[in-house]
């Protein structure tokens, strides 16, 4: 296919010379077919098929082979290039026919018009050609760019989605699940009939299994790490980056259960915020303690030593004191907040195992090294 259209651009010029009718000179005609022979130098370089044109200018039938090779100029050739290849190739043999022929001024200005329209439409059309296709090329890449950026912010928040359900359904329906496990086995340890111990045992094992199917379920959906007790140590070290003075106590024994460690951190998390924005400087403590069968998270603030900023982000969820009242509600716990002497007090009381007495794993023990494996 290439070689035929290459034989296509030579022929074609050819045949437009040979069919002229009157010669000027003697070797107009040779210099034009030599003019044609060399337009496939285009492909290497557009200058080199230009410039045996401009002898068959001047021989008055160079005009066939030189708009084939200014094309190309324009399609290849940087705009410094393309504009003077225009002005040599209308003033070269415009400049020959007035001299040559004596014209007038009104012949010579339509004269170098005529070869400046020979020489630039062709030239012009080649880079139109070329910018046209580099918009379009351009604009597909815009296109694709677009609609990548749309999927990808598609997938995002659908991915954000899947992670705020799994996070819920987590801490919702987990919690009754560890309920009922609980209760089951602390039924079977206080009862005395073989039946009800039986059903109970095998209604524990039920709701550990369904446990273990959901996380494994959840696990599909939710592609971020779900922060826990674990992360609380982290919230106090950011804190105090931030400037904020806070006193740090663990007083247990080992991690809760995963849905109280979550809930923990958030209210850690909610209420160092709260410091942040509304009592910057403010001494602060951070209690984790055991109480029985419940963990009791405090949070407590002094006076704000410097004014409150007025462009504090908000606290994450947008939900505030109020988010987190329902958060450890879900969790099975109370939230209670109280100020005193110019400073403020969050306290949360979350569960974290079965009753005492019965053969369940207690706070710290085999049960939450299974649930953390």
């Known amino acids: 296919m290439v070689i035929l259209l290459e034989l296509l651009v030579v022929?074609?010029?050819?045949?437009?010379?040979?069919?002229?009718?009157?010669?000027?000179?003697?070797?107009?005609?040779?210099a034009a077919l030599l003019a044609c022979l060399a337009l496939p130098l285009r492909r290497l370089n557009p200058s080199l098929a230009a410039l045996p044109c401009l002898p068959a200018l001047v021989g008055g039938l160079g005009w066939p082979p030189t708009v084939v090779a200014l094309y190309r100029v324009g399609s290849r050739s940087s705009p410094p290039v393309m504009i003077a290849w225009?002005?040599?190739?209308?003033?070269?043999?415009?400049?020959?026919?007035?001299?040559?022929e004596s014209l007038a001024p009104n012949q010579a200005f339509l004269t170098f018009a005529f070869a400046l329209f020979m020489a630039g439409a062709p030239t012009a059309l080649g880079a139109l050609i070329t910018t046209r296709r580099s918009l379009t090329a351009s604009l597909a890449e815009a296109s694709r760019a677009r609609t990548a950026e749309l999927e990808a912010r598609e997938e995002g928040a659908k991915a954000s989605e899947r992670a705020r359900i799994a996070r819920e359904i987590h801490d919702a329906v987990g919690h009754h699940a560890t309920l009922i496990a609980v209760e089951s086995a602390a039924l079977a340890a206080t009862?005395?009939?073989?039946?009800?111990?039986?059903?109970?045992?095998?209604?524990?094992?039920?709701?550990?299994?369904?446990?273990?199917?959901?996380?494994?379920?959840?696990?599909?959906?939710?592609?971020?790490?779900?922060?826990?007790?674990?992360?609380?140590?982290?919230?106090?070290?950011?804190?105090?980056?931030?400037?904020?003075?806070?006193?740090?106590?663990?007083?247990?024994?080992?991690a809760p259960p995963p849905a109280t460690g979550r809930a923990a951190y958030r209210v850690v998390q909610e209420a160092l915020t709260n410091v942040t924005k509304h009592a910057p400087g403010a001494p602060t403590e951070v209690n984790l303690t055991p109480r029985g069968n419940h963990l009791t998270v405090t949070v407590t603030n002094g006076p704000p030593t410097s004014a409150p900023s007025q462009s504090s982000s908000p606290s994450p969820g947008g939900h505030g004191l109020h988010g987190l009242e329902e958060r450890v509600a879900l969790a099975g716990g109370t939230l209670t907040t109280r100020r005193a002497g110019g400073g403020f007090t969050v306290e949360a009381t979350l569960p974290v195992g079965p009753p005492a007495g019965t053969n369940d794993s207690t706070f710290g023990g085999s049960a939450h090294k299974r649930a953390t494996a």
């Open 86 to 100: 225009v002005v040599a190739a209308t003033a070269v043999p415009a400049t020959f026919v007035v001299a040559h």
């Open 11 to 30: 022929v074609v010029p050819a045949a437009m010379v040979l069919m002229a009718g009157e010669v000027p000179f003697t070797w107009s005609v040779p």
């Open 191 to 254: 009862t005395d009939d073989q039946g009800i111990r039986d059903t109970a045992l095998r209604l524990r094992a039920l709701a550990k299994e369904s446990l273990a199917e959901m996380r494994a379920a959840l696990g599909l959906l939710n592609t971020e790490p779900i922060p826990g007790y674990d992360g609380i140590p982290h919230l106090v070290d950011r804190a105090r980056a931030a400037g904020l003075t806070v006193a740090y106590e663990d007083r247990t024994t080992g």
